[in-house]
C-alpha cells in the first residue's frame, strides 16, 4: 500500500543553522511528491512539488527538496533557518485510483530555537 | 489566502448532535477534497467530489457524509457525534481532480465535541 513516513515528530534547530526533515514513500509508480508547511492556526500551504525531471526542485521560502528513487526519500532542507519556519511540515504523495488524491506523512514539528 | 474558504472556524457542540462544515473552493477549482486531521490518526483523506459527484471515498465514517452544489461548495455533514470525532476538518480545492495539480488548502473547521 502508498505510504509516507515522516520519522522525525519533532526537530529542534537553532535560528540560522541548517535544516533536513526526512520524507521516505512507498509507492509503485512514480510518486509525484509534496511538501507543505502547516503554521499554527492555519491551512496547508504548498512549498515545493516533485513530478519528474531535475530531482532537486526549488520552492518558495528557500526550500528544497531532493528526490533519491534509490532511496525513496524526498527530504527537505534549508540552509539557513528563520523563526519564521517554526511550523508542521507535511510530506505527502499523491496516488491515482479513481482520481489523484494526496497521502500524507505524520508530519515534523520543526521548533527553531533563537 | 489560498482562496480556499471553510466556515465556521471553530464549532463546540456535544455528543450525538449533527453539525454541517461548509467549504467554497478556489475560483475555477471544480473538485473539493475533505481531510480530517487528527492527533492520533494525523492527515485522513475522506472524501472527494468533482463536479458535484462523488469521485473517490476515503477513510470517511458511515456517520459522515458530504455533498457538492452546483455552485461547487461542498459541505460536509457529521451526525451521532463522538469525543473522537474532535478534529481539524480541512477542505481543499483543485482544478480538476484529474491531473495533478497541486492541492490548495483552506484554514480549517476547529471541531471540538464535548
Known amino acids: 500500500a502508498q505510504s509516507v513516513t515522516q520519522p522525525d515528530i519533532h526537530i529542534t534547530v537553532s535560528e540560522g543553522a541548517s535544516l533536513e526533515l526526512r520524507c521516505n514513500y512507498s509507492y509503485g509508480a512514480t510518486p509525484y511528491l509534496f511538501w507543505y508547511v502547516q503554521s499554527p492556526g492555519q491551512g496547508l500551504q504548498l512549498l515545493l512539488k516533485?513530478?519528474?525531471?531535475?530531482?532537486l526542485v526549488q520552492g518558495i521560502k528557500g526550500f528544497e527538496a531532493e528526490f533519491k528513487r534509490s532511496q525513496s526519500s524526498f527530504n527537505l532542507r534549508k540552509p539557513s533557518v528563520h523563526w519564521s519556519d517554526a511550523a508542521e511540515y507535511f510530506c505527502a504523495v499523491d496516488i491515482m485510483d479513481s482520481s489523484y488524491k494526496l497521502i500524507f506523512g505524520s508530519g515534523t514539528r520543526l521548533l527553531v530555537r533563537p | 489566502d489560498s482562496g480556499v474558504t471553510q466556515t465556521p472556524k471553530h464549532l463546540i457542540t456535544a455528543t450525538g448532535q449533527r453539525v454541517t462544515l461548509r467549504c467554497s473552493p478556489r475560483s475555477g477549482d471544480l473538485s473539493v477534497y475533505w481531510y480530517q486531521q487528527s492527533l492520533d490518526q494525523g492527515l485522513q483523506f475522506l472524501i472527494q467530489?468533482?463536479?458535484?459527484?462523488?469521485?473517490a471515498k476515503g477513510n470517511i465514517l458511515e456517520r459522515f457524509s458530504a455533498q457538492q452544489f452546483p455552485d461547487l461548495h461542498s459541505e460536509l455533514n457529521l451526525s451521532s457525534l463522538e469525543l473522537g470525532d474532535s478534529a481539524l476538518y480541512f477542505c481543499?480545492?483543485?482544478?480538476?481532480?484529474?491531473?495533478?495539480?497541486?492541492?490548495?488548502f483552506g484554514n480549517g473547521t476547529r471541531l471540538t465535541v464535548t
Open positions: 481543499a480545492s483543485s482544478v480538476t481532480g484529474l491531473d495533478r495539480s497541486p492541492l490548495h
Open positions: 516533485y513530478f519528474s525531471g531535475d530531482t
Open positions: 467530489y468533482y463536479n458535484g459527484e462523488e469521485r
